[in-house]
Nanobody, 127 residues
Framework: QVQLVESGGGSVQAGGSLRLSCEVSGYTYSYTCVGWFRQVPGNEREGVGRLYRINGNPVYADSVKGRFTISQDNAKNTVYLQMNSLKPEDTAMYYC????????????????????WGQGTQVTVSS
């Protein structure tokens, strides 16, 4: 089983930046994808972006393309979400998750394909 712990959330003004971290432990070589999702109360989880572990290729939701970047540090077993040019509509709880299913490669991202989740970190962007 994989354990994930997110950190780095906080409050920022529109136009600002934050970097979220997701420390992955456990069977770290057992997953196919690692993804970032976000959720606003009352809404379904929205895929923000994900990395395919084998080649590290990222995929992003249209809403964050050009502003968000996913990267990984294999030595630290940590995945990052760099968020620039933040907007109030980016306000949400952000989660990282991993999947061993081939379905995690689908676009758009499907949260039901992801099996292990962190506890989330809150991002609040004020106008």
């Amino acid at each position: 089983q994989v354990q994930l712990v997110e950190s780095g959330g906080g409050s920022v003004q529109a136009g600002g930046s934050l970097r979220l971290s997701c420390e992955v432990s456990g069977y770290t070589y057992s997953y196919t994808c690692v993804g970032w999702f976000r959720q606003v109360p009352g809404n379904e989880r929205e895929g923000v972006g994900r990395l395919y572990r084998i080649n590290g290729n990222p995929v992003y939701a249209d809403s964050v393309k050009g502003r968000f970047t996913i990267s990984q540090d294999n030595a630290k077993n940590t995945v990052y979400l760099q968020m620039n040019s933040l907007k109030p509509e980016d306000t949400a709880m952000y989660y990282c998750a991993t999947s061993r299913r081939a379905g995690c490669l689908r676009v758009p991202m499907d949260s039901y394909e992801y099996t292990d989740w962190g506890q989330g970190t809150q991002v609040t962007v004020s106008s």
